[in-house]
């Protein structure tokens, strides 16, 4: 078997029918990561030890005829902002450097209790704000398929080790479009569950009312598996919905027959890469030819998006980061002597803060700041809803909402110094995160650039706990480009 | 602003700071131009009631887990800087 080339369920069932073992599938990973890992910074941590003893444990199960889960033996990647009890939970923030988490996050002991190896902790942009890996305090991570150029954000780390099969799948979360974005400027499949699917336990909290652990995965039957192991009630979130997770699996390679598309003409902008919009086309005209429906919607407020986002975002983070005060974990600042409490507090945040997080603290600290709370944080709200409504009107004409994930390809380091440049290439992401719904990202082509291909991704978004038939969309795209190259050259 | 979210920050990367934020504000006033009358606002995306849960103690971290990341620890408490010294100055 050449493990890094198959995906995460063909890996689950050579382990479980003894055509290899989670043993020396766990070991060609690692050796993968760690020999990748020069070049791209995909991993902060690797757990060579670890790792072989779940491995071992998951073999030992196989031997004696236990279960041993739909997903034995798969090298699993975690983004760094989901605490796991191995290793450190950093956020790719100084802050956390040394951060070591007394608990693992309810979404990763399910996977391992399918069975998954968790091989490493990926780095991100720190705190999960960045639309580019750039901020991130362990370095910048490389995208697989140029490594002159970003791998998208925030869990670009993720992103590169699912597209350079460096673990079987990764664990991302998506805020505005964390998981989606960089699965599209890194070639692999990025998932993001219905707010409220999938358990918040132990991811940190960003923006509590957006935040959604999801899969990064090479194959749409792997985000759709990965899925069901995580999705469901948990106790220990309270946001977690009280319903049932419908089996993704079951129908995920029947096409839905009749299937009606909305097509935005929002999403189709000229100010796109030219290559973009025909990828996107292209897909939309194959797509029709099966048999789908394409139909127009508006969605006129998807601009508004960013400055919704760019208010309820910052506001529900530094509510959330006012916990780093350096008192009783992360990064304290050293005091002079006579120098207060407050001084503890705010040198300790300044130091252990990258420029990103402090930007984003102070964006929401004023946006909350009385005498301006009605006219942004309120207001800002009040167009949250008013983009719900957009999308359920939409949503009456059509089963998915199809677009770009990306107005561009990945672009070059360095290449968006503006912050406000950078929030705008999260457009057609964040308002499925404004207004809770699923959505995927998945590789349809690629644009050229010289030597390099940069991979060009669809984004569907679907009703909220539509998540079944938006899996079984997407798997229906995902058959219209059988001959697609779905792992980056240069690490295969 | 940097005050009141407790980040001590040099005054010459405040003025960056100032410039990057009024750009980002500018943009964000782009909400001013949408009727939002009689719209309440959506805190959260999916209709959730509150749920309780039951009054049974259960496993607890141990002091040990609790304390493994505090910077400061003496005894059974996590050190800090004198407290009361902030009120007189």
């Known amino acids: 078997m050449s493990a890094p080339f198959t995906d995460a369920v063909s890996i689950g069932e050579a382990v479980r029918s003894g055509a290899t073992t989670a043993e020396q599938v766990t070991k060609e990973f690692l050796s993968r990561a760690q020999i990748a890992n020069a070049s791209l910074n995909a991993f902060h941590e690797i757990f060579e030890s670890e790792a072989m003893e779940a491995a071992r444990a998951v073999d030992a199960k196989v031997k004696a005829g236990k279960n041993p889960g739909p997903l034995a033996g798969v090298p699993m990647a975690v983004k760094d902002n989901l605490a796991t009890k191995v290793g450190r939970t950093t956020c790719s923030s100084k802050m956390l450097e040394h951060y070591r988490s007394p608990f693992t996050a309810t979404c990763v002991e399910r996977l391992q209790a399918a069975g998954a190896v968790v091989i490493g902790k990926t780095n991100m942009d720190e705190f999960a704000m960045g639309s580019s890996t750039e901020h991130c305090a362990w370095g910048p991570v490389k995208n697989p398929w140029d490594t002159t150029r970003v791998p998208g954000g925030s869990s670009g780390g993720s992103a590169a080790a699912a597209a350079a099969g460096l673990c079987g799948f990764s664990l991302g979360s998506d805020t505005g479009g964390s998981i989606r974005q960089p699965a599209s400027l890194c070639g692999c499949v990025g998932f993001k569950p219905t707010y409220g699917r999938v358990s918040r336990y132990g991811l940190v909290a960003f923006g509590s009312s957006l935040d959604q652990v999801g899969p990064l995965t090479r194959s749409v039957r792997d985000a759709a598996l990965t899925y069901q192991v995580m999705a469901g009630l948990d106790d220990r979130d309270s946001t977690t919905a009280d319903l049932a997770v419908e089996d993704p699996m079951k129908d995920l390679e029947t096409p839905i027959a009749g299937l009606r598309v909305g097509v935005p003409k929002q999403y189709l902008s000229d100010a796109n890469d030219a290559e973009v919009n025909a990828y996107v086309n292209e897909a939309l005209q194959r797509l029709q030819k099966l048999g789908a429906t394409l139909v127009e919607v508006d969605l006129p407020l998807t601009d508004i998006g960013i400055s919704t986002y760019y208010v309820i975002a910052p506001a529900e983070a530094s509510g959330n980061l006012a916990r780093f005060d350096g008192i009783r974990y992360g990064h304290r600042a050293a005091l002079k002597t006579g120098e207060s409490l407050d001084t503890l507090y705010s040198r300790s945040r300044a130091e252990g803060f990258g420029p990103e997080v402090q930007r984003r603290i102070m964006l929401g600290t004023y946006v909350l700041s009385s005498g301006y709370y009605d006219a942004y944080y309120g207001r800002a709200l009040r167009v949250r809803r008013l983009i719900k409504a957009e999308f359920d009107n939409a949503f009456t004409k059509c089963d998915v909402i199809a677009g770009p994930a990306s107005p561009s390809p990945a672009f070059k380091f360095g290449g968006m110094n503006d912050p406000l440049q950078m929030y705008l290439c999260d457009v057609y992401t964040v308002n499925t995160n404004i207004a809770g719904l699923p959505a995927i990202s998945l590789p349809i082509g690629f644009a050229k650039d010289g030597p390099h291909s940069l991979p060009i991704g669809i984004h569907l978004q679907a009703p909220a706990f539509a998540d079944a038939k938006l899996l079984r969309a997407a798997r229906m795209v995902e058959k219209l480009f059988p001959d697609l190259v779905r792992q980056a050259p240069h690490f295969s | ?89």
């Open chain 2, 1 to 89: 602003m940097a005050k009141l979210a407790r980040l001590e920050i040099a005054p010459a990367k405040l003025e960056q700071y100032r410039g990057e934020l009024a750009n980002v504000l500018g943009h964000v006033a782009k909400l001013k131009s949408i009727n939002v009358d009689g719209i309440e606002p959506l805190t959260s995306p999916v209709d959730s009631t509150n749920r309780l849960a039951a009054d049974q103690p259960g496993a607890t971290l141990s002091l040990e887990e609790l304390f493994m990341n505090a910077p400061a620890v003496e005894g059974r408490f996590i050190a800090v800087p004198k407290v009361l010294a902030e009120e007189n100055s």
